[in-house]
Structures are given as structure tokens and as C-alpha cells.
T-cell receptor, first 115, second 113 residues
Framework: AQTVTQSQPEMSVQEAETVTLSCTYDTSENNYYLFWYKQPPSRQMILVIRQEAYKQQNATENRFSVNFQKAAKSFSLKISDSQLGDTAMYFCAFMKQDTGNQFYFGTGTSLTVIP | DAGVTQSPTHLIKTRGQQVTLRCSPISGHKSVSWYQQVLGQGPQFIFQYYEKEERGRGNFPDRFSARQFPNYSSELNVNALLLGDSALYLC????????????FGPGTRLTVL
């Protein structure tokens, strides 16, 4: 079984500052994908960034980047130059390579960007 | 293009009743997954359908069932509702199996009294 743990239920950051959200996971699989999803107060989940486990290079999408440590089973999200629109719940998710869209989600981190 | 749509938006039922939730995927998407998100928790995987066949099932009782229609829309049925079934039910669609971006709908908020 796969488990995803997000140990920070709530975080806050000043606008324009940088914040890092933590995620660890447990799996016996070698081939998998990791994701960060954002769920704003309007509820619709939006993909932020994804990482293929076989890639050593950390994924980057504009102000969002990850620190993927496969051996440590750690997958943190760094948000640079935080904006008010980044206020949302952030979920870390895991997907095995040989299955379809069957995600295992963490419990989420509520991020508030303070003006 | 329309995104993933779900109906109804909100639903109130009483214990023991049955409920059907509906999902229309993005045009061209053949895979639909269902998730249950209890307040304050992350979404939990319930079912995945691809090409009208069940491709995965999460750890949910047999009271939960689903199907996918020829037009790739999907229904999630829950029988004999319990208070603990109160949650936001999310549908997500993608082009197919494997690593395709999954797009989520806005969800159906089910309240069981």
C-alpha cells in the first residue's frame, strides 16, 4: 500500500516571500509519479507540478519547484515570490506507473499568503 | 471547452437512502476517476474507469458502485447511506491510462442526515 504524509496542516507566508511545503511518502514501487495539486476555496483541484520518479532532475514550473529525494521518499514544494492567489489547500499525491489515474493523496497543507 | 462537470452541486439525503452522482468528462477524455474527500482530509480514491471498464477500486465497501457510459460520462452510486458518507465527491477525467494530466471537476457536496 502507498501512504502520503503531509506534516504541516497550516502554513503562512508573506507576499513575495518563499515557502516550502513538505511531503513524504511510503511505497515499495520503483516506478511512480508524484504531484502537487492546489485546491483554492472554490474547490476545483488544479495541477501545480509533477515529477516522474525515474528523473533525477527536479521539476520546475515558473515560481513552483520541487525537491525530490527518492531515497528519502521526500517530495517538497517550494513556492517563490508568493502571491495572494497562491492561498489554497495544497495536496501531495502519488500514482503508481502501472495503474491509471488512481491517486493517493496526503491530508493537505492549508497555505495562507499574507499581504 | 467545458471542463469536467458534475451534478448535482449539493445533495442532502437521510441515512439508508441511495444516491447517484453524475460526471461528464472533458470531451475526448476516456478515463474517469472518483474520489471521496471528507472535510479536512485529502481525497480518497474510490474507482477508476477507462473505456467503460473498471480499472481500479479503492478500499470502499460494496455499497459504492459506479459505471461508465458509451459517451464516457460516469455515475457513482452509493446505497444504504451512512452519516460517514457525508463528503465532497470529486470526479476527474484524463485522456487515457498512464501519465495523462487528470482534470478535476468542482465536486458534489453530499450531506447525510
Amino acid at each position: 500500500a502507498q501512504t502520503v504524509t503531509q506534516s504541516q496542516p497550516e502554513m503562512s507566508v508573506q507576499e513575495a516571500e518563499t515557502v516550502t511545503l513538505s511531503c513524504t511518502y511510503d511505497t515499495s514501487e520503483n516506478n511512480y509519479y508524484l504531484f502537487w495539486y492546489k485546491q483554492p476555496p472554490s474547490r476545483q483541484m488544479i495541477l501545480v507540478i509533477r515529477q516522474e520518479a525515474y528523473k533525477q532532475q527536479n521539476a520546475t514550473e515558473n515560481r513552483f519547484s520541487v525537491n525530490f529525494q527518492k531515497a528519502a521518499k521526500s517530495f517538497s514544494l517550494k513556492i517563490s515570490d508568493s502571491q495572494l492567489g497562491d492561498t489554497a489547500m495544497y495536496f501531495c499525491a502519488f500514482m503508481k506507473q502501472d495503474t491509471g489515474n488512481q491517486f493517493y493523496f496526503g491530508t493537505g497543507t492549508s497555505l495562507t499568503v499574507i499581504p | 471547452d467545458a471542463g469536467v462537470t458534475q451534478s448535482p452541486t449539493h445533495l442532502i439525503k437521510t441515512r439508508g437512502q441511495q444516491v447517484t452522482l453524475r460526471c461528464s468528462p472533458i470531451s475526448g477524455h476516456k478515463s474517469v476517476s472518483w474520489y471521496q474527500q471528507v472535510l479536512g482530509q485529502g481525497p480518497q480514491f474510490i474507482f477508476q474507469y477507462y473505456e467503460k471498464e473498471e480499472r481500479g477500486r479503492g478500499n470502499f465497501p460494496d455499497r459504492f458502485s459506479a459505471r461508465q457510459f458509451p459517451n464516457y460520462s460516469s455515475e457513482l452510486n452509493v446505497n444504504a447511506l451512512l452519516l460517514g458518507d457525508s463528503a465532497l465527491y470529486l470526479c476527474a477525467s484524463s485522456l487515457g491510462q498512464g501519465l495523462n494530466e487528470q482534470f478535476f471537476g468542482p465536486g458534489t457536496r453530499l450531506t447525510v442526515l
